[in-house]
């Protein structure tokens, strides 16, 4: 009788201790605190604070646009910004749809409406309508840094909203 109260004892405890090791991530919350970061940094891109808006990106971030290779890492995102930079009339800008934070609070996603702005070889301006998908890491500072950027255009899409 004695083995199995100790068995039992031992094994509440140990369950107790597992329990208060694990730490309750608030999915929601989280995915809400992407949703506005998600919204920060497309506030920055609108302005010429390119490094503002590179530091949403993570050192070893890559960028998949339509059309084009990979970018990968900050040096050549910071590139392609200084490219985009130079373009006449460019204009990018989206809206956070929907986001989605994991179980273990250490990667999310956000679906975003964009929209890319430039002029056309007639002196008028082009605006396409995309959707993209962010996927986020957490640093290990706590903080959130995008990590991959997928986007492509969809004429079903005619606005942010």
């Given at each position: 009788?004695?083995?199995?109260?100790?068995?039992?004892a031992?094994l509440?405890?140990?369950?107790?201790?597992?329990?208060?090791?694990?730490?309750?991530?608030?999915?929601?919350?989280?995915?809400?605190?992407?949703?506005?970061?998600?919204?920060?940094?497309?506030?920055?891109?609108?302005?010429?604070?390119?490094?503002?808006?590179?530091?949403?990106w993570?050192?070893?971030?890559?960028?998949?646009?339509?059309?084009q290779?990979?970018?990968?890492?900050?040096?050549?995102?910071?590139?392609?910004?200084?490219?985009?930079?130079?373009?006449?009339?460019?204009?990018?800008?989206?809206?956070?749809?929907?986001?989605?934070?994991?179980?273990?609070?250490?990667?999310?996603y956000?679906?975003?409406?964009?929209y890319?702005?430039?002029?056309?070889?007639?002196?008028?301006?082009?605006?396409?309508?995309?959707?993209?998908?962010?996927?986020?890491?957490?640093?290990?500072?706590?903080?959130?840094?995008?990590?991959?950027?997928?986007?492509?255009?969809?004429?079903?899409?005619?606005?942010?909203?």
């Open positions: 009788m004695k083995t199995t109260s100790f068995t039992l031992t509440l405890l140990l369950l107790g201790a597992v329990s208060c090791n694990q730490s309750s991530i608030d999915q929601e919350a989280e995915a809400d605190q992407l949703m506005a970061l998600s919204r920060e940094w497309a506030k920055a891109a609108q302005t010429d604070d390119l490094e503002k808006t590179l530091s949403y993570a050192e070893n971030a890559l960028v998949m646009s339509p059309d290779p990979p970018t990968n890492g900050h040096q050549d995102i910071r590139a392609m910004l200084e490219s985009s930079a130079q373009i006449p009339g460019f204009e990018v800008n989206w809206e956070p749809k929907r986001a989605f934070v994991s179980k273990s609070g250490d990667l999310g956000v679906i975003v409406n964009n890319f702005k430039f002029p056309d070889s007639l002196g008028g301006t082009i605006t396409t309508f995309g959707k993209g998908v962010e996927i986020w890491k957490k640093q290990e500072d706590g903080s959130w840094k995008n990590v991959i950027d997928i986007f492509n255009s969809d004429p079903s899409i005619t606005s942010l909203e």
